[in-house]
């Protein structure tokens, strides 16, 4: 995560900064609704596509909103957080 954070910060760092924490979100939920219209059709090659962009425009909006995302998913890197089971035992959860 960490390695992906800095290489779209030193790419896009600049620009990113102008457009703002509001401008860099409605690009990351435009790009989840092309995953999400990606996912209705199948295609994997397209999904896998969508879900790359989406990771780059999270870590963008991670580096806009100061926020490290390694530590943002840190709680899920052991056991479930809801109920600290691994594999997740968490009632009405899908």
Same mark, same amino acid.
């Given at each position: 995560?960490?390695? +992906?954070?800095?290489r779209i910060r030193a790419i896009y760092g600049a620009k990113d900064e102008r457009r703002g924490?509001?401008?860099t979100f409605i690009w990351f939920a435009a790009e989840v609704g092309e995953l999400g219209?990606?996912?209705r $059709?199948?295609?994997k090659m397209e999904i896998q596509e969508e879900i790359g962009d989406c990771l780059a425009w999270l870590a963008t909006l991670a580096n806009v909103a100061d $926020?490290? +995302?390694e530590e943002a998913v840190r709680k899920y890197m052991d056991d479930c957080p809801g109920?600290?089971?691994s594999?997740?035992?968490c009632?009405?959860?899908p």
């Open positions: 995560m960490d390695e +992906l954070q800095d924490k509001d401008g219209e990606a996912v $059709i199948g295609k $926020i490290d +995302l109920c600290g089971q594999p997740c035992v009632e009405g959860k």
